[in-house]
């Protein structure tokens, strides 16, 4: 059985690195058709100005230099993370958990039951422990795209292959392709929120195609997590 991981590993094979508006709306009662009460009407040109709406800013996006600078800029300055994580495999399975980051070089993902997996990077391995099935298989971790985690220092241009930038009202969407990862080429999607420019989801393309999204919820980058959590254990 294949099974993804939130850096599109498998457990046979390293493969690469892993919010509704409501709008309300009221009608004023009618006036009673024998009402004593007479309002005084309202100035035309007052009630025009006060009914004017303001102009709406036009939508200005990103170029892909001030984007792939501000993705640099959010990844160099985040030295801790603690966030729920939701992850879709590429078989279409969901799985959850809290993922936790202290830079440099550590990390682990603690997924919820009934998953029976953590992935944990000690600062130089990074390992993938089954308890259902007791293994751990351990790789170093610039075999995988945990980098863009985990470095202390982030070059995207540098590091990686540009492929593409796109920039809309509701996401900053930047493509990168990693040819120096175990299992070869992997493309990763990094998609980041345009009004405070944290990374809210990436989507992984292994070498053999198969994706993995991991969105991130609720994130804190002020708690420092627990040492012991990056101890790797068999």
């Known amino acids: 059985m294949r099974l993804g991981l939130p ?3 498998t457990l046979s094979l390293a493969l690469c690195f892993a919010c509704a508006n409501a709008a309300s709306s009221f009608a004023a009662a009618p006036e009673p058709l024998h009402s004593k009460a007479v309002s005084k009407p309202a100035s035309p040109h ?11 800013k036009p939508f200005v996006p990103l ?3 001030e984007a792939i600078q501000k993705a640099d800029n959010y990844f160099n300055r985040t030295k801790t993370m603690i966030a729920d994580f939701v992850q879709i495999g590429a078989d279409g399975r969901r799985s959850e958990g809290k993922v936790f980051v202290e830079k440099p070089g550590r990390l682990r993902f603690e997924y919820a039951a009934p998953a029976t997996l953590d992935v944990i990077a000690d600062g130089t391995t990074v390992a993938v422990i089954d308890h259902k099935v ?14 863009f985690l985990l470095k202390d220092h982030i070059d995207l241009a540098k590091d990686t292959k540009v492929l593409n930038v796109t920039s809309d009202p509701d996401e900053v969407a930047i493509l990168v ?6 299992g070869g080429t992997s493309r990763i999607k990094l998609i980041f929120d345009p ?3 944290t990374l809210k989801q990436w989507q992984v393309t292994d070498p053999q195609g198969y994706e993995t999204l991991v969105s991130l919820f609720n994130q804190d980058f002020t708690t420092v997590p627990n040492p012991a959590f990056f101890q790797i254990y068999k």
């Open 7 to 9: 850096f599109g590993l």
């Open 46 to 56: 007052r009630s025009a100005q006060q009914a004017k709406p303001e102009p709406a």
């Open 177 to 182: 392709e990693d040819q120096r990862v175990f």
């Open 195 to 197: 009004a405070t420019f």
């Open 63 to 65: 170029t892909p230099a």
């Open 134 to 147: 007791g293994s751990i298989q351990q790789y170093f971790i610039w075999q995988t795209p945990l980098k």
